[in-house]
């Protein structure tokens, strides 16, 4: 709190406004972000708990003891290792890169496992096989054992179809089928064997745990000795390179915070607190810069007795041009005698202001405030008698008026 009631009025209520408004922002975007893990989102994520997610899937899996891992980096890469003992699986991909299908048949060829599910599944095996189905039906089936191949043994399995497989290729053996249509498949290519559901309806987390689904998956995948198993998220829309790893909500709240940071900057530096325009600079040569530049030159050297010496020579000159008495050296003494049989009606206190000043002319401890006061009360004696000395003002007004005239003329 200490550092809060430190701050200037106009910075705390401005480090408030942006506290607000980053709490608003908070709220607004918890509250309008559409929810990426409810039941509406259909993709079979292993990151995804809703019904239609994978998520207990690939944790049944680890508990299990299988060896598997995410893989979300170019699909290049793992088709590069992969080998006899790879075993991919491929729930709902999104693809048409060419690039994504040649690593899927670089996999089965170097005699790898793959798991494809859905029309994109089809699409992405070798073989050119997958099609829309001619009909749409929303309502799970239970599907119907086809063939003499162990997968087609696994017992009752209950699916949604969403893609169909072409028929007539003898390599291609259905295990189950739907209504008279092909819902689960496998082949061999290659060195390798692929394996194709027409959906990921068995391995989601709504229907895993029906009738025989998680058999089908774990027949669908074959041994786990000896294989090394990846889920493949890299096709659900987001591909993990080296550099991806700096992205996410931390480099997002790093850009965040560096442009909030600069936005204080410029607010604080840019906001009125001073005069919006400078003074205007007097003009070289005046009178006022050069007592500016004298009493500068008095502050740095210290020398307030010689400002007060000045000022009291100055008035003794002009108390003796009064008088009529030029070039005479005259003390403080003197000339206050001087000027009261002068001016009778000057003020008492001028032989005591000119001693104080003659003092301070010739010491060095009077200080600038002192020196002043001297200097002003000087002035207001000089303008006391020049006011006495005014014409019709006494018998000196002559007097005056003739030195003034020789002062002129000299």
Request: charged share 20%; glycine share 8%.
């Amino acid at each position: 709190m200490k550092f809060f009631s430190s701050l200037d009025p106009k910075d705390r209520r401005l480090l408030l406004w942006c506290v607000a408004i980053g709490l608003a922002l908070s709220i607004a975007v918890g509250f309008l972000l559409p929810g990426a893990n409810n039941n509406n989102n259909p993709l079979p994520s292993t990151y995804l708990s809703g019904q239609h997610g994978a998520r207990a899937a690939y944790e049944t899996l680890l508990r299990s003891n299988y060896p598997i891992e995410r893989w979300e980096r170019p699909l290049a890469e793992l088709a590069a290792t992969a080998g006899p003992d790879t075993v991919v699986i491929f729930a709902e991909p999104m693809t048409r890169e060419p690039a994504n299908l040649k690593a899927v048949r670089q996999i089965l060829e170097r005699g790898g496992r793959v798991l494809a599910t859905g029309f994109w599944g089809a699409f992405l095996l070798p073989g050119e096989a997958g099609a829309t189905p001619d009909t749409f039906n929303f309502a799970a089936c239970k599907l119907e054992p086809e063939g003499l191949d162990p997968l087609a043994s696994t017992g009752e399995v209950w699916m949604v179809p969403e893609a169909q497989w072409k028929p007539g290729n003898p390599a291609h053996r259905v295990n189950y089928s739907c209504a008279g249509q092909p819902a689960v498949v496998e082949y061999d290519w290659g060195k390798g064997h692929a394996v194709w559901w027409a959906s990921s309806t068995p391995l989601e987390n709504g229907s895993l745990a029906r009738a025989n689904d998680l058999d089908l998956l774990l027949n669908s995948l074959g041994p786990r000795a000896g294989h090394h198993f990846y889920w493949d998220e890299s096709l659900h829309g987001e591909i993990r390179t080296a550099w991806s790893y700096a992205s996410g909500p931390s480099w997002t709240l790093l850009w965040s915070g560096l442009a909030a940071l600069a936005l204080l900057v410029v607010l604080s530096f840019s906001r009125r607190s001073g005069p919006v325009r400078e003074f205007p600079a007097a003009a070289r040569a005046t009178p006022i810069e050069f007592l500016d530049a004298l009493g500068s030159l008095y502050r740095n050297a210290g020398a307030a007795s010689t400002a007060v010496a000045i000022a009291l020579e100055r008035f003794r000159r002009h108390v003796l041009r009064l008088s009529g008495l030029r070039g005479k050296q005259m003390n403080a003494s003197e000339l206050a005698a001087l000027l009261r049989r002068r001016f009778p009606q000057i003020d008492e206190t001028l032989e005591e202001d000119l001693k104080a000043c003659e003092e301070a002319a010739w010491g060095e401890t009077v200080t600038a405030r002192e020196a002043l006061k001297l200097i002003q009360k000087l002035h207001g004696h000089q303008e006391r008698l020049n006011a006495a000395a005014q014409p019709g003002a006494g018998p000196i007004a002559s007097k005056e008026l003739h030195s003034n005239k020789q002062e002129r003329a000299s």
